[in-house]
């Protein structure tokens, strides 16, 4: 990441160029939410698009289920996460403030290693190095303690008989629970995936990380379920798939590494999970997880819905519980994280220039059209090649202002292409087309610019 990439240059653009808005902002916003605009969610949808093409279109053993947000309590309970999907909580007794213990400890203490330690650990910590409230700077906290993450809430049209549901904090379960349905109606034989993609919610304190880390958040995610000796392979070959994708989206290799999860930080469903971290400019963070959660799920679904979940070879007869590789993907945090490796700042004839370079595949605008001048003929010329244009990709048009001012804009969305009409269209049919990264700029043929423009993009 560059140098000069900052957290609050990231979230002006995003707001300034309508990629992120804070929520609910006219009644001053609410905590660790934040609104997609029209290029977030462009943005989004392209990257989306690309992940359900790779992972499911283009394979031949994966299969896509979209699940409700809403399953019965019972489904939570047998996940465990009734009882072990929590955080370590601490309030500051003077002013109020929440936060995760282990966020406290590291903010405060940086060389500590956070991961996987448990509550009276953190309590000793906290207590020895008597760290101070970052809000107020006071020493008096209340005890850790544990806080389940599950969002919770009720269904019923009777007030008193109305019962407690929650909102999923994963998307996994809504494949385990529907495992069956899809053995009974697809062809599918192991190994095979199950894939989906939806939103999610967790009850968590943040550290205001933009879009890293939020109430609800989108998820891309598949189950591929296997034989129990094929593990280890089958999880180095997702590990490929899961950087390989990486790169794919824009995502410079110098800034991800993995990270294994040691045994006291792993979720109880786990026996082995890494994280791809992303360099944000507030360190290393999560952005996809890879789990081998064994036969943990559809073992404890079926014991406690009376189902059978049992898996038959079709050429040895063999009956059992396949185990289950995850990768995990989040989708919302890989927009932030792509936008803020993208972020480029440049001088053009002594006047700073910020772009984003992103990948023209993923990309919310793929070519910008702009008459020379407010024209009356060209500007019938420049709409003309508009309407043309956008029928192959998403593109648009504009005449708000000089030619500069208007690259200047296309430059902080991304767009790859901006096509200029001018008076020598008129005459001989050709533009000027104009490179984003390079500023190069070209005349072709007014015919030749779709194919010249998918050549870059598909």
Known sequence: MNSYTTLDKITALCKRRGFVYPSSDIYGGLANTWDFGHYGTLLKNNIRDLWWKKFVLERND????????????????????????????????????????????????????VEG??????????RENKIKCPKCGAYDFTEVRRFNLLFETRVGIVEEKKAKVYLRG??????????????????????????????????EVTLG?????????????????????????????????????????GIAKENVRWREHDEKERSHYSKKTEDIEYKYPFGYKELFGIAYRTDFDLTNHAK???????????????????????????LSRLVGAI???????????????????????????????????????????????????????????DDSGNIGKMY??????????????????????????RERDTMKQERIRQDDIIEFIKKKIL
């Open 304 to 330: 406690n819905s009376g189902k059978d979940l049992a898996y038959r070879d079709p050429q040895t007869g063999e009956t059992f519980i396949p185990h289950v590789i995850e990768p995990t993907f989040g």
């Open 117 to 126: 330690l448990s509550i009276d650990e953190l309590e000793k910590i906290i």
């Open 170 to 203: 994963e998307i996994a379960q809504g494949i385990f629970v529907n495992f069956k349905n899809v053995l009974d109606t697809m062809r599918v034989r192991l190994p095979f995936g199950i894939a989906q993609i939806g939103k999610a919610f967790r009850n």
């Open 408 to 433: 200047r804009r296309q430059d902080e969305i991304g767009t790859p292409f901006c096509v200029t009409v001018d008076y020598d269209t008129i005459v001989d049919d050709t533009v000027t087309i």
């Open 62 to 113: 994966m299969v896509g289920l979209e699940a409700s947000i809403f399953l019965n309590p019972k489904v939570w309970e047998a996940s465990g996460h009734v009882a072990n999907f929590t955080d370590a909580l601490i309030d500051c007794k003077t002013c109020q403030f929440r936060t995760r213990a282990d966020f406290l400890v590291e903010e405060s203490l940086p060389d500590i290693k």
């Open 209 to 249: 990380q933009f879009i890293h880390r939020t109430l609800e958040f989108d998820l891309m995610e598949l189950e591929y379920f296997i034989k129990s000796d094929a593990w280890e392979s089958i999880y180095e070959m997702w590990k490929t798939e899961m950087i390989d994708f990486a790169l794919i989206v």
């Open 339 to 397: 936008i803020f490796d993208a972020y480029k700042e440049d001088e053009v004839n002594g006047k700073q220039r910020v772009y984003l370079k992103l990948n023209p595949k993923i990309a919310p605008i793929k070519a910008a059209i702009f008459p020379l001048q407010k024209d009356e003929k060209l500007q019938k010329k420049a709409k003309e090649l508009y309407s043309k244009l956008k029928s192959h990709f998403v593109c648009e048009f």
